[in-house]
Nanobody, 125 residues
Framework: QVQLVESGGGLVQAGGSLRLSCAASGRTFSMNAMGWFRQAPGKEREFVARISWSAGSTVYADSVKGRFTISRDNAKNTVYLQMNSLKPEDTAVYYC??????????????????WGQGTQVTVSS
């Protein structure tokens, strides 16, 4: 089992920045990729970004490309999501997820095995 705990959410004005953290514990050696997803009220959970645990390669949703940066600190078993130039449409609960598989796009929720509890991000206009 892998446990994931997110932190860093909050309320920010449009154009501002936030950094989310996701600390992993447990059988972290089984993780191949970490991802961030978000879910706004009344909408499905959507992919935001992912990073491979070993190589550090990254993929971003088009809606956040150029504004968000995902990174990881292997020594701390922690993944970060730096969010800049935030927009009201970025308002959502943000979830961290871990995937055991080392193949596939890992852009969908079904490809992830472990999830954090979520952290609220609210961007005011």
């Amino acid at each position: 089992q892998v446990q994931l705990v997110e932190s860093g959410g909050g309320l920010v004005q449009a154009g501002g920045s936030l950094r989310l953290s996701c600390a992993a514990s447990g059988r972290t050696f089984s993780m191949n990729a970490m991802g961030w997803f978000r879910q706004a009220p009344g909408k499905e959970r959507e992919f935001v970004a992912r990073i491979s645990w070993s190589a550090g390669s990254t993929v971003y949703a088009d809606s956040v490309k150029g504004r968000f940066t995902i990174s990881r600190d292997n020594a701390k078993n922690t993944v970060y999501l730096q969010m800049n130039s935030l927009k009201p449409e970025d308002t959502a609960v943000y979830y961290c997820a871990a995937a055991r598989r080392g193949y596939g796009s890992r852009l969908t929720t079904t490809e992830y095995d472990y999830w954090g509890q979520g952290t609220q991000v609210t961007v005011s206009s």
